[in-house]
């Protein structure tokens, strides 16, 4: 055989799962650049040959909610990501954007307080940054609102002049033009949460069109107003003609526990009507946001807790606290105890001496709940990992093996194949990331190989920087990005362009 019909690699043997939701098949893959190439009995020799017998081969996972929009840049081995098998990141999350660039880098400075790039413009600067950069997955990315809105009006309150709504517009038309998936809001957090629904509709509807993107949302009430912010997140979509993406989909507090099955039902109800509504989920009943958050939305109070739901100083642990270290680990209810003063006064306590760079785990959901939004058809994953100091939620590092580990093997919630389909071949649809997301010749080869059977997170609570155990090796257009739980040091990630 003449050498130029060798392949750069051959995965032979595994349990092939192509990412459309197919059962497994015993067969082959081979990949040439950064390309499947064959699919089936290979008979070529590959320069590098990999024995998967005994394993699972699947599309790399599509992280669809991540908040990495500086850690692909300032961390470009993303470690946390690559490790549990993501291939592709989907930052600009709930209305955290990187244009314009002066507010945006406000609000991930709450992440990342030294950051300091040098300014880009735009989307288009944005995803060429990345592409110099190189980190190790792929990065697609969603146009933030609470970013423009900081950027064209500060953090007020009013309504926005017509002047300042076509400053947004704008933002939006040019990232649509760079080729953003979509564009989020984040409804809890300042300034998200000063826009009207009609204000949003507005931008969203400039996402309109064949190259236009979907509409994700952190919605503005995950607890006792839960059903009417599903009702106005269909309506965005609705009226706009857009498709919607409902970011971590859960309810959230106690006396809300099991409202999912009305939040479900609103789902495909609209869905039924012609609505394109699919939710992303992250398997833990503990969710995670910054401190500041938390007391905006009057979480402690019993009488008028806002989108997160009544809060116990309990529920609420410290993560992330950069200038007091000694609070990491410790809940609001233990400092409260400590200082001798009530709840509000220690969570208070602890923003004055951290500002918004105080990150906290919540614990406010119940696993039936987990369970049935992971069940249901219309969920994909994503982690909303958020890559901060200290001992950050271990969805970080965890989500994806937590998935295949505790929810399919063990709970048995859902089929291997299903939960594959719902990481890898139905958010690259819905985010129209063009020949990813499934294994075909000519799709990009973006792979996992893991064992079904070992395949685990290991990341908790208390020790969140742990990777999963049982992914064999990790490939990101072609090359190993990880092997047996170690990171390659490769980096052959790029921005993605929507359906380029
Ligand atoms: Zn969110």
Known sequence: MA????????????????????????????????????????????????????????????????????????????PFKVL????????GNCGSGVVPFEAGLVRFRRLHPDADPTPWEGFKGYL??????????????????????????????????????????????????????????????????????????????????????????????EADGLLDAVREAIRIGEEAGVPVQISHHKASGRRNWGRVRDSLALIDEARARGVDVTTDQYPYTAGSTTLAAVMQNNSFRADSPGGLGQLEGGDVLISSSPKHPEWEGRTVATLATNWGVDTEGAAQRVLDGEGDACWVVVFTMDERDVKAVLAHPTTMIGSD????????????????????????????????????????????AKFQLLDRGTIRPGAYADLVVFDPARIDDAATYTEPRQAPTGIRAVYVNGAAVARDGRHTGARPGRGLRRGR
């Open 128 to 221: 060429e940054r990345v592409d110099s950069v190189r980190p190790s997955c792929n990065v697609a990315v969603l146009i933030g609102q609470g970013s423009m809105r900081r950027g064209a009006m500060g953090n007020d309150t009013r309504e926005p002049t017509a002047a300042e709504l076509d400053r947004m517009k704008a933002w939006v038309r040019e990232g649509v033009a760079a080729g953003a998936v979509g564009l989020s809001t984040g409804l809890i957090y300042e300034p998200s949460r000063y826009a009207k629904t009609d204000e949003i509709i507005t931008l969203v509807r400039e996402l309109r069109g064949p190259s236009g993107g979907l509409y994700a949302t952190h919605m503005r009430n």
């Open 385 to 428: 990992g958020v890559p901060t100091g200290g001992n950050p939620h271990p969805r970080l590092y965890g989500c994806f093996a937590r998935v295949l580990g505790r929810y399919v093997r063990e709970e048995k919630v859902l089929e291997l194949p299903t939960a594959l389909h719902r990481m890898t071949g139905m958010p690259a």
């Open 3 to 78: 050498t130029g019909e060798r392949f750069d690699l051959v995965i032979r043997g595994g349990t092939v799962f192509d990412g459309t939701g197919a059962p497994g098949l015993r067969a082959d893959v081979g990949v040439r650049g950064e390309r499947i190439v064959a699919f089936g009995t290979v008979t070529h020799r590959g320069d590098v040959e990999v024995d998967a017998r005994g394993f699972a081969v699947a599309p790399g996972f599509i992280d669809v909610h991540s908040h990495d929009d500086y850690a692909v840049i300032l961390e470009p081995e993303v």
């Open 84 to 91: 549990q098998g993501v291939t592709t990141d989907v930052v």
